[in-house]
């Protein structure tokens, strides 16, 4: 093995990858387990619940054992936290969108669209926690507010779509808006700082 996959696969396994990797199959179980429902209203909900379960064990992986440790080795952590972050989301939305596709029930997936906003915009919300509260902490605000958005359902008022932007459908310029700043603002605050320790 050479002295770049060995980093590699040390830094895999110092991040919990392993696990992560089991969690993203959970979510794409308890989707496919969604489908199983007559009511499409109720196979969406556990589509989103499945990726935001999926996303929060994103935040374990946000911060090694040992960060002062891995600050003083000579990486380029600004591009190494950003591609972790980029692939673990395009990971998880690849598998949550093959179940949705495999499953062929187009009336009770989540729009595609919707898909993929939603875990992008949870990873970004999952990374900034990171950033400002630690990785440790990182997951409750992305599950809080998701849950909250869930059980509100979607809402008339432009300052209501911001705060329910995963679960307005058809999309609208303010939910969208909302997430693709998520996604933006966290993606940008855990390359440049990191998990806060």
Known sequence: MTPALRGVVLHLRSRSIPATGLV??????????????????????????????GVASVARTLAGPDEELERGTPVRWRLVRTLHLTLLGGVLLGVLATVHAVADRPTHAVPPVGLALAVTALTGLTALSAALFG????????????LLMVATGPRPSVFEQVLTWMVQEPRTTASTATALTLAVLGTLAYALRGSRH
Not at 137 to 143: K, L, M, T
């Open 24 to 53: 993203f199959l959970a979510a794409a179980a308890f989707t496919w387990a969604g489908y199983r429902a007559d009511d499409p209203g109720v196979a969406q909900v556990v589509g989103l619940i499945a990726a935001v379960l």
């Open 135 to 146: 990785a440790q902490a990182a997951w409750v605000p992305p599950i809080g507010w998701a």
